[in-house]
């Protein structure tokens, strides 16, 4: 503790909670790790930094950005020859490190710090994986870090579900969940699909039933969202729908929607849900239709899945689209595994070309999305990395979204098919600095209720971002002139200066413990650990010394929203 | 022609990484230039004139003292010729494409690792996967020659797709792994599990074995093919002496059936 102010001198604030004017002169007190208000006359004003007028935003955070867990290391291992070409050697401030599209767990915080980026959440832990991937992100630096626990394909939820269990009860299991994973939110990848593929179902649509459990898509998807619903949790239910990829899945997302009922809900990399079957390749855009549907109900949010042309991995508990791309692999390898029957695993490396149809029109229909959705405090940046980019790419996106010449001029490069028919070019909105600093920052951080986070007014954690007011946005968000973490620098113009380690963060709802009762025999008889080793303590993760537990508060009736 | 030469001027602290000394990539440099290049040392770094005395001049041509603790010398070799008098560390040669390594001494793990052309000659014995696949790699050797005088360790050509591998002495355990195409002669005696899960390709040596169950036996042959490589081992420089003369008849092992692999094992009677 100090009692020395740290003063960040006239920069344009641009905090849309507080006003969405673009960004106002304003004078920000740090202290210690968190934004003052401003201070009386006689305090000590220690460090006064000089911003010139530069643009000063919260620290970014990642919604759904794969960086930890038993698939991402597999993913490494898989491309070998990634981290060969890509490496690093420790140079007194960094560890060593390697990879482009799948970091090194080190390399993952650096690279994200230096963008402005302070936290991020991994969006697929299964809770089998849990341990390993809290002991991954206890090696990423700098940047916040939090879980969501995948869940709706594991067979206790399903054989439950199948016996009349009641909503109570999945309520105590899955905040049981919550709290022996360490998870801020709960996942479900293609409801009971990854569980029908083991039964040898290939496809599976929201109202079929699952082979053996007898039970659809639809009761899974409404018992979770019920279940975040009645516990408080304040992120709702992430849904990766059924029929990733496939052309014509537009329709079960649209039911999806219609299914939740005015039921909060996050639907991720809504890109890949959003194809139609029109034209003479049966492939079409389905933007348009998924758009609407969004902006009509306002209890969905989404993040996009932008993709991003280049080569990359895509990495899925998805196993049924998975494999069912896999023969699409290049470099031709791919892995697809069972994790401890609590879930599947799918790894197929991707090289998105502009030239290809498909793939340009992918990368057409995740701008559409997010040019179409007219809430910026529902659809969020992603490119679901690495599904369908490298978090790196995230500045080169933000300049497609705010500048439309230059998109318009990257349109003219894709496969001509594509750009003749798409409605892209007709699309004339332009992002704002107020909405990118909402998509990235505020947005996330309503959605998964940090109340500190994502904004700059007094008590906020003081994770600060100041930028140069370039005209090419890509270099303006590659490089910010200045990165604070916790109310210590940490890179100056996208050059790291110093470390340190970012809080995880969970969320705890109240539960009645009888559900153990069940758990435990189950554990017994299916699991290769029992329950009371299965639950990970705070002290595995508070003992590394690197950085400390942050529990995200439930959300009571007289609190719906902050 | 030029010949390039550095002398080590001591026992080396630690494993260096000494793939930045290719004759291709000096060629343009002065010696001053050349001595001020950083190399790998362990997790630092050293310059090229603190381990190393230079003479000569740059050219096609590097002498190295040989050091076991040089690792990557020649990798990714395109052209030109390096000579290293004494042994060389892990992954000599690795990733070459052109040009010419000759290590007089003995080589580490790896040498030759997904070589794509160019030629490797080995006076001393050469360690594990000589020939073969970098870790996580789908192809191992896809070109090129590699003569080694001496034995090898396991895993001698893995997942080889094209080129050429000659051992004098005996081969470790599991050669030929997954191979997928290419020839293998082993002038001493094969190890055991050899040609484990391989679709194609050749593995030559003398004197009967017991192959994996997976190989079915063809019987007594005379094949005009093992003439044809008698004769253009005789035209090479460096051919091991054991690896000449395996002609006339052969027991032809197909194989391995358990991955649907019509590979060949010839022992030459």
Known sequence: MSDAYTLLRGGRVCDPTESTDGGRLRDLYLKDGRIAATPPQEARIGEVIDLEGRIVMAGAIDIHSHIGGGKVNLARLLLPEEHREHASGPDGLRRSGSGLFTPSSFVTGYRYAEMGYTAAFEPAMLPSNARHTHLELADIPIIDKGCYAVLGNDDFLLERLAAGATQSEVNDYVAWILHATQAVGVKVVNPGGISAFKFNQRRLDLDEAHPHYGITPRRILTTLATSLSDLGVPHPLHIHCNNLGIPGNEAVTRETIAALDGLPAHLTHLQFHSYGTEGDRRFSSAAAEIAEAVNRNPNISVDVGQIIFGQTITASADIMSQFRNSGLASPRKWVCTDIECDGGCGLVPFRYRDKAFVNALQWAIGLELFLLIEDPWRAYLTTDHPNGGPFTSYPHLIRLLMDRSFRNEQLARINPDVAAHSRLGSIEREYTLDEIAIMTRAGPARVLGLRDRGHLRPGAVADVVVYDDLPDREAMFAAPAWVFKNGRPVARNGELTATGWGDTIVVRPDFDPAIERRLKPWFEDHQTVRLGNFRIADGEILDHGRGGLSIVPILTASDPCF | ?269
């Open chain 2, 1 to 269: 022609m030029s010949v390039l030469s550095f002398r080590l001027k001591g026992p080396l602290t630690g494993r260096i990484d000494a793939s930045p000394l290719l004759p291709h990539r000096l060629a343009e440099l002065s010696l001053a230039e050349i001595a001020g290049l950083p190399l790998r040392l362990g997790r630092g770094h050293v310059a090229v004139g603190d381990v190393f005395d230079l003479s000569g001049s740059p050219g096609d041509t590097v002498e190295l003292e040989g050091d076991g603790r040089l690792d990557f010398v020649g990798a990714g070799l395109a052209g030109g010729t390096i000579r290293v008098a004494g042994p060389v560390g892990h992954r000599a040669g690795t990733g070459m494409s052109g040009g010419s390594l000759l290590v007089e001494g003995s080589a580490g793990l790896a040498a030759g690792a997904s070589m794509r052309g160019g030629e490797l000659i080995v006076r001393g014995d050469a360690g594990s996967e000589l020939g073969g696949a970098l870790p996580g790699e789908r192809a191992g050797m896809t070109g090129g020659r590699i003569l080694v005088h001496g034995a090898c360790g396991d895993r001698a050509g893995a997942r080889m797709r094209r080129g050429l591998i000659a051992v004098g002495g005996d081969a470790g355990a599991y050669a030929a792994l997954h191979m997928t195409a290419g020839s293998l002669v082993i002038g001493g005696r094969p190890g055991v599990f050899t040609g484990h899960g391989m679709r194609n390709g050749t593995i030559l040596f003398r004197g009967e074995i017991d192959p994996l169950p997976g190989f079915a036996d063809c019987g007594l042959n005379r094949l005009p093919f093992l003439s044809l490589l008698d004769n253009h081992l005789s035209g090479l420089n460096e051919a091991p002496p054991t690896c000449r003369g395996l002609t006339g008849q052969v027991r032809r092992w197909l194989g391995d059936r358990g991955f649907g692999g019509r590979g060949e094992i010839l022992a030459c009677l």
